[in-house]
């Protein structure tokens, strides 16, 4: 499996990104999705988590914010991020994976897509 991610870039604080990740390979289709981020000097945390059934969660700093799809036909998945603040600057992640009582467990990784929020 490999992953793609892309959309990222310089952004205003207020300001809106869409991030894509682009699969190969049928197990995108069976699998959960998930995106992470990693700040400078943090470690990568979990922003949104979408099923393969489609159901969502996200983390609390991105509620209300941030959605994420997918679309099984092309492959791909999207991380629709609005109100954009400084604090979302990081690099981010697209992963396929599997949860197990909610707790999602990443198996594939792509490669990051930096997230720059600043005036």
């Known amino acids: 499996v490999q992953l793609q991610a892309s959309g990222g870039g310089l952004v205003q604080p207020g300001g809106s990104l869409r991030l894509l990740c682009s699969a190969s390979g049928s197990i995108f289709l069976i699998r959960d999705m998930a995106w992470y981020r990693q700040a400078p000097g943090k470690q990568r945390e979990l922003v949104a988590v979408?099923?393969?059934?489609?159901?969502?969660n996200y983390a609390d700093s991105v509620k209300g914010r941030f959605t994420i799809s997918r679309d099984n036909a092309k492959r791909t998945g999207n991380l629709q991020m609005n109100g954009l603040e400084p604090e979302d600057t990081a690099v981010y992640y697209c992963?396929?994976?599997?949860?197990?009582?909610?707790?999602?467990?990443?198996?594939?990784w792509g490669q990051g897509t930096l997230v720059t929020v600043s005036s």
């Open positions: 992963s396929l994976g599997t949860s197990y009582s909610g707790i999602y467990s990443p198996s594939y």
């Open positions: 979408i099923t393969s059934g489609r159901t969502t």
